[in-house]
């Protein structure tokens, strides 16, 4: 097995993430939120990097919020993976524990809508809207 490393482990949960995706697990305000944490992450100069309504630190805000959307997908019935791709990830969810500046409990991530003021809210694989 190789070594669990931060970026191996951020493309694994991106790759997770459009996967579940076209499996149906998200609804289309999670899919939003799920895309700036992605997008976060890509190299291209291009794309716009969300700063997370200014977090401290923007790149947890994005790992947590990918962790999320992999938890969730794991719940649903359309599940993509299987059993050794789940035992993966639970791996990749143990190293960001174990991590300095480690997300210790991704259940509630906040993201703000950039075109109005409505707020997103994940919540232990739930999306609510206000």
Do not use: Y
């Amino acid at each position: 097995m190789e070594t669990i490393t931060k970026e191996n482990s951020i493309a694994l949960l991106t790759n997770s993430i459009h996967l579940a995706q076209k499996g149906g697990c998200f609804l289309l305000s999670e899919a939003a939120t799920l895309k700036k944490a992605v997008d976060f992450f890509n190299p291209d100069p291009k794309v716009t990097k969300s700063d997370f309504n200014k977090a401290k630190n923007p790149e947890l805000v994005a790992v947590s919020l990918l962790l999320q959307g992999a938890q969730k997908a794991q719940a649903h019935k359309n599940c993509p993976w299987d059993l050794n791709d789940a035992s993966l990830l639970w791996d990749v969810v143990e190293f960001w524990a174990k991590s300095d500046g480690a997300v210790t409990n991704p259940e509630k991530i906040e993201d703000e809508g950039e075109e109005d003021d409505a707020k997103i809210t994940l919540t232990k694989g739930k999306s609510r809207r206000e």
